[in-house]
């Protein structure tokens, strides 16, 4: 081996080394946005136990260790999380699910048409709206009106992975053999919370979805029409 | 009983005084004892004349804060996830993280180039540990035969979550032959992505077996979590017990 595709080598271990010591399922971010209050740890989406329904779930602010920890973590009132519905096809949000924390409570906005796309937004408070007491350690709130039903406070963290061994892997500490096998595996959010925000709503609400994009982009046939869908953070100006 | 009497009759003589005590006290300012709210104040605790909140907003008072329910404001996005672990596992340095966290998910393209290149490193630093020519050990097509510029673009370009309103939900179903319709709580999305990773065409090139590394899971299960709670799906907090 050349020297010099050595050294260009090292190089990129060392770069993997440092960025996996921030890592996984975006629990622990890059730094601009770690630790802060709108870090988003995870996000899922699902047909719900009424199958004409879809469920959003953003986990947020993870790694929260229970107890004092935990009591103590909030929303901010200066970060809007949105979730966004792409039904065209072209990845861009169609319709937008808005949630912000006013006192002890979240504000839900909509599914509505957002009246800008993108980085920006502003709370659309014309949109039909809906609100949930923030639930606490002890007592969950939920709040259902309109066929729509809506949650946030804190929760145990749903994600699982071997966080240590993958910065092993990337590491080199961990070569050649890899993860661990079965049983000698840590799952690293195994024990800890994180603050949560649940949405189901109708798929009459979310309009029709458009071909699978894994039809066109990964040559994959049979696929079902499915929305486009991802959460953001947007903290005030 | 006799005493149980006296207080019933103690606790009636109270309240009747109490009634009568409080007809002299209503803030009506037809009365001649001075008027008790005449004016309008933005101090006197409630919301009257053309106040927006309690003492706050319209033609007197100062504006009103966050606090009373005002959601004006830019938002400026500071982080953004679609498909699990994407950022973090292709999203190779810091500053190429926080850029693809405040990027438009339509707008993805120039960061096709840099996964596929973290996707090699990957390869390269088994090459290094397995004593093998880095140019020898590659990524392969994955089990839908995708290649490397397509995966990531895929990863890239396309990173939402795809959910079927129709279909069932799965992030991977090879017996049903479905993928990327939703992404249930207890999916394996994280041995899902190193499969198709490290897995190449039949899935378990790397699989820990045969001497090789293995790559394509973490072995780790969701263990004692219960995803079968209905809304809002997930389980209270852990506490210290």
């Known amino acids: 081996m050349k020297k010099t595709k050595l050294l260009t080598i090292i190089g990129g271990f060392s770069l993997l080394l440092l960025s996996f010591i921030f890592m996984s399922l975006d629990h622990i971010d890059a730094t601009n946005v770690a630790g802060t209050s709108s870090d988003i740890a995870d996000f899922f989406a699902f047909e719900g136990d009424n199958p004409d329904n879809t469920v959003f779930v953003a986990t947020i602010q993870g790694i929260l260790a229970p ?35 006013r006192g002890d409570s979240i504000y839900f906005f909509g599914p509505v048409i957002p009246n800008r796309t993108g980085l920006e937004s502003d709370v659309l408070t014309s949109a039909p709206n809906h609100i949930v007491q923030i639930s606490t350690t002890e007592e969950t709130f939920i709040t259902n009106e309109d066929d729509m039903s809506f949650f946030a406070g804190p929760r145990r963290d749903p994600s699982y992975f071997d966080f240590n061994r993958f910065i092993d892997i990337a590491n080199g500490d961990a070569a050649p053999e890899g993860f661990y096998p079965p049983g000698e595996s840590t799952d690293f959010f195994v024990g800890l919370n994180v603050l949560a925000i649940a949405v189901e709503v109708p798929n009459s609400l979310l309009g029709n979805a458009p071909q699978h994009i894994l039809e066109s982009q990964g040559t994959i046939s049979g696929l079902p029409p499915a929305y486009n869908v991802w959460v953001s953070t947007k903290r005030k100006e | 009983m006799k005493n149980y009497k006296n207080k019933s009759y103690k606790l009636s003589v109270f309240v009747v005084l109490l009634l009568t005590a409080l007809i002299f006290v209503q803030c009506k300012d037809d009365d001649d004892n001075g008027n008790v709210i005449d004016v309008i104040s933005c ?14 907003g319209g033609s007197m008072c100062s504006p009103c804060e966050d606090n009373q329910l005002n959601f004006d404001g830019n938002f400026v996005q500071e982080d953004v ?117 490290f897995g190449g065409a039949d899935g378990i090139r790397f699989d820990g077996n045969n001497g090789t590394p293995q790559l394509t899971t973490d072995a780790v299960a969701p263990g004692d979590r219960d995803f079968t709670l209905s809304f809002p799906y997930l389980e209270v907090p852990l506490t210290l017990e």
């Open chain 1, 67 to 101: 107890g004092v920890v935990t009591e103590n973590a909030s929303f901010d009132e200066n970060v809007l999380i949105e979730f966004n519905i792409d039904n065209t096809g072209d990845f861009i949000e169609d319709l937008v699910i808005q949630a912000i924390k």
């Open chain 2, 81 to 197: 996830a679609g498909r699990p672990g994407v950022n973090t596992i292709f999203g190779i340095t810091d500053l190429l993280k926080n850029n693809y966290n405040v990027s438009e998910v339509a707008n993805r393209t120039i960061f096709q180039e840099d996964f596929q290149e973290v996707l090699e490193n990957y390869y390269d630093i088994y090459a290094i540990s397995l004593d093998i020519p880095v140019d020898e050990l590659n990524y392969e097509n994955n089990i839908f035969d995708w290649d490397a510029a397509r995966f990531t673009t895929i990863m890239s370009n396309y990173d939402a979550l795809q959910v079927a309103p129709n279909g069932p939900t799965t992030y991977y179903d090879a017996t049903n032959n479905l993928v990327f319709t939703g992404r249930y709580l207890s999916d394996d999305v994280m041995g899902f992505t190193l499969t198709l990773m």
């Open chain 2, 43 to 56: 101090n006197d605790g409630i919301q009257n004349g053309d106040e927006d909140g309690i003492d706050c």
